[in-house]
C-alpha cells in the first residue's frame, strides 16, 4: 500500500488548509489515520476513520476543529483543518493499519506516507 499526502503549506493562524491521502489500495479491514510530528517532539496522533468512514476519532487538540473524511469510495481520506493555531504546525504523515491497539499507538499502523508540512504563523 503506497499512502501519498498532498495539501500543506504556510497559512496565517485562524486560517483553514485541507490535506489529502490518495492510497494505491483499499482494504476494509484497515484504520486511516493522520499523524504529526513537530521538530523536537514525538510523533502525535491526530485523527482516525474507518475504511467505510462510519466511525471517527479525534485526538482532543483537534477535536471540533479537524474534520477526517474518507472520498473516492475510500481510496482518499482527507483531514479538513479549521480555525489553525501555531501549535499545529507539524509535518503531518497519513498512515494505515490494522488496528490492534489503542488508535495513538502508532507502532501498529504498517504503511506511511512521506508526510507533508503545515506552518501556521501567528
Known amino acids: 500500500v503506497q499512502l501519498v499526502e498532498s495539501g500543506g503549506g504556510l497559512v496565517q493562524a485562524g486560517g483553514s488548509l485541507r490535506l489529502s491521502c490518495a492510497a494505491s489500495v483499499t482494504y476494509r479491514r484497515y484504520t486511516m489515520v493522520w499523524f504529526r510530528q513537530a521538530p523536537g517532539k514525538e510523533r502525535e496522533f491526530v485523527a482516525a476513520i474507518s475504511w467505510a468512514g462510519s466511525f471517527t476519532y479525534y485526538a482532543d487538540s483537534v477535536k471540533g476543529r479537524f474534520t477526517i473524511s474518507t472520498v473516492n469510495a475510500g481510496n482518499t481520506v482527507s483531514l479538513q483543518m479549521n480555525s489553525l493555531k501555531p501549535e499545529d504546525t507539524a509535518v503531518y504523515y497519513c498512515?494505515?493499519?490494522?488496528?490492534?491497539?489503542?488508535?495513538?499507538?502508532?507502532?501498529?499502523?504498517?504503511?506511511w506516507g512521506q508526510g507533508t508540512q503545515v506552518t501556521v504563523s501567528s
Open positions: 498512515a494505515a493499519g490494522t488496528l490492534t491497539a489503542s488508535y495513538e499507538r502508532h507502532e501498529q499502523y504498517s504503511y
